[in-house]
């Protein structure tokens, strides 16, 4: 017996490994060799691509397309719309299915509405990208990026809310109340 549950128009290939308490929800399709995470929710209209892995709770909004070569570490959240890439250069009349890059989204990151990820970009732990950006480069832990092309406009906290750095580099979640410090250009939570 299943674990999750799987809307009636949902579509799930043969040789997917799906994760206790996870949801699939209207038409969307889960293709061959997936790993989805427990306690995923995958939203309407989703299509995860072959061999693209989940892990825990990550939040798929309607209207996600994941393709081949992305991994999500624990509690990603992907907005409504947003898609990820898998080749550089594609072309209808080639195939490059060899030539997949990888692109690793880490834990805790938040992919904005409508966003686009190039693929071979990673995203930094907690990073924050906003609605419609274009990432076309790096993204470093806790950073919020915005924009076509995507540029870091500032850092956020692990609850998503906007560090103000000190004179002295140290910032303060307004939410968590975590204490957090930016050292050459990089920060870390104390």
Not at 158 to 163: A, F, I, T
């Amino acid at each position: 017996m299943k674990e999750y549950f799987a809307h009636e128009t949902a579509v799930i290939d043969a040789d997917c490994n799906i994760g206790k308490d996870t949801k699939i929800w209207h038409f969307s399709h889960i293709m061959s060799h997936c790993i989805i995470g427990e306690s995923c929710n995958i939203g309407q209209n989703v299509v995860v691509s072959p061999k693209v892995v989940l892990g825990k709770n990550v939040k798929v909004q309607n209207n996600v397309s994941i393709y081949t070569g992305v991994i999500c570490e624990n509690d990603v959240f992907l907005g409504p719309s947003m898609v990820f890439t898998n080749v550089i250069n594609p072309r209808s009349a080639i195939k490059r299915q060899d030539q997949y890059l990888k692109t690793l989204v880490k834990k805790g990151a938040s992919i904005g509405a409508n966003a686009t990820i190039v693929c071979g970009n990673n995203i930094g732990e907690f990073a924050f990208i906003g609605a419609g950006a274009v990432v076309t480069k790096e993204v470093p832990p806790f950073a919020l990026v915005v924009g076509n092309p995507s540029k870091q406009i500032g850092w956020v906290s692990e609850y998503g809310h906007r560090l103000n750095f000190d004179e002295k580099g140290f910032a303060t979640c307004k939410e968590s109340k975590q204490q957090y410090q930016l050292k050459n250009n990089s920060v870390i939570k104390l």
